[in-house]
């Protein structure tokens, strides 16, 4: 058995060795983030800044609202490895650390987090729902139009922004088939 598994070969690691924090938006209103700081990040942090300091100072997640262009801190237990983070702004772009809080202004990160759009706080409007008769969706391919779908969603310049661009673009009946193999 590999080490931070128990039980059977099927159950998940406890841990993964690595240190890293993510975030998920629960709902309008809160954030759900996990994370896990190895034993070699603890070590580095007191060779370098000393073990007074980090006693000293507290495990801390950094939020950024990277819409308002501002960040607080939530303080942490040290052995914790998730928590639920209120933050009352629907529809903003958020991301967070987790590292030590040495004081207001001296935080030391050990891992950044992905970037999530918090949902909105309303109904969405357009309440139009697309379903495909899977049974009769055979002749699918021939009844797509690819040049239209390419020129209203403009594929053409994303091609070119994103690398070469050429006439040739893909087909969707040359994805299909490929999809088959």
Not at 95 to 120: C, H, R, T, W
């Amino acid at each position: 058995m590999s080490q931070g598994q128990t039980g059977s070969q099927n159950s998940l690691p406890v841990s993964y060795n690595q240190t890293y924090i993510r975030i998920v938006p629960k709902d309008p209103y809160v954030i759900y983030s996990y994370w896990e700081i190895t034993t070699s990040t603890r070590l580095n942090f007191q060779a370098h800044f000393g073990l007074p300091l980090w006693e000293k100072s507290e495990m801390a997640i950094k939020i950024h609202d990277l819409s308002g262009d501002n960040c607080n801190y939530i303080r942490i237990d040290d052995q914790s490895d998730h928590c639920y983070i209120n933050f009352n702004k629907p529809g903003c772009m958020v991301m967070a650390e987790v590292g030590k809080l040495v004081s207001d202004q001296f935080f030391v990160s050990f891992a950044g987090s992905n970037i999530v759009q918090m949902p909105y706080n309303r109904i969405i409007s357009d309440q139009q729902a697309c379903f495909i008769d899977v049974k009769q969706s055979k002749d699918i391919r021939s009844k797509v139009d690819t040049d239209q779908i390419y020129e209203k969603f403009n594929f053409h310049d994303v091609s070119g922004i994103l690398g070469p661009s050429s006439p040739g673009y893909p087909r969707f009946t040359d994805t299909i088939e490929h999809t088959r193999d």
